[in-house]
Structure formats: structure tokens, C-alpha cells
């Protein structure tokens, strides 16, 4: 499974982006499809997650600003990103549970990283 992640860039604070990520490959299903982010120094997070029912979770700091949605028929995930602040400056990496045989179990799938810089 190949994760192809776009939509990251240079946006000042209070801008929006609109991150996109194309799952491909051999897939059989893909269970929850999320974005996760890494400031410098810093651990991966998770930002938001959506599951294949559409039931989604999102860090605190991103609730209200951000949402998350997905594409079943293409395999696509989504990231509307409003309101941006400095501190949502990181990479941003998609993320997806598939399985690509009948007869795998569910694994986790990452996508190259794209950056957003939030900056005036």
C-alpha cells in the first residue's frame, strides 16, 4: 500500500490548507484513515482520524479548526485546515489501517510527509 500525501505549504496565521493523501496498491479494505503531525524535536501525533463508518476523533488543539474526511471509492483522506496558527507548524503525515489480502491482518500504512509552515 502506497500513500502519496499533497496540499502542505507556506500560509499565514489564520489561512487555511486543504491536505489530500491517495492510498494505492494492492488493498483489500482500509479500516480508519487518519493525519498524524511532527514539530521539530517533537514526537508524531495524531491529529485526526476517521473511521470507515465516518466516526472521527481529533487532537484538542485542532477540534473546531480542522476536519477530516475520506473518499471510499478512491481511496482518498483529507485534511481542511482553517484558522491556522504558528504551533500547527510540523509535517503532516497521513495514515492508513488496511489490509491488502483477504487474509491479512489489519496494518498500519504511512504516507512520506508533507510540511505546513504557519507563518506571517
Known amino acids: 500500500v502506497q500513500l502519496q500525501a499533497s496540499g502542505g505549504g507556506l500560509v499565514q496565521p489564520g489561512g487555511s490548507l486543504r491536505l489530500s493523501c491517495a492510498a494505492s496498491?494492492?488493498?483489500?479494505?482500509?479500516?480508519?484513515m487518519g493525519w498524524y503531525r511532527q514539530a521539530p524535536g517533537k514526537q508524531r501525533d495524531l491529529v485526526a482520524v476517521?473511521?470507515?463508518?465516518?466516526?472521527?476523533n481529533y487532537a484538542d488543539s485542532v477540534k473546531g479548526r480542522f476536519t477530516i474526511s475520506r473518499d471510499n471509492a478512491n481511496n482518498m483522506v483529507y485534511l481542511q485546515m482553517n484558522s491556522l496558527k504558528p504551533e500547527d507548524t510540523a509535517v503532516y503525515y497521513c495514515?492508513?489501517?488496511?489490509?491488502?489480502?483477504?487474509?491479512?491482518?489489519?496494518?498500519?500504512?504511512w504516507g512520506q510527509g508533507t510540511q505546513v509552515t504557519v507563518s506571517s
Open positions: 495514515n492508513v489501517r488496511a489490509r491488502r489480502y483477504s487474509t491479512d491482518y489489519p496494518a498500519d500504512y
Open positions: 496498491g494492492s488493498i483489500f479494505s482500509i479500516n480508519t
Open positions: 476517521i473511521t470507515s463508518g465516518s466516526s472521527t
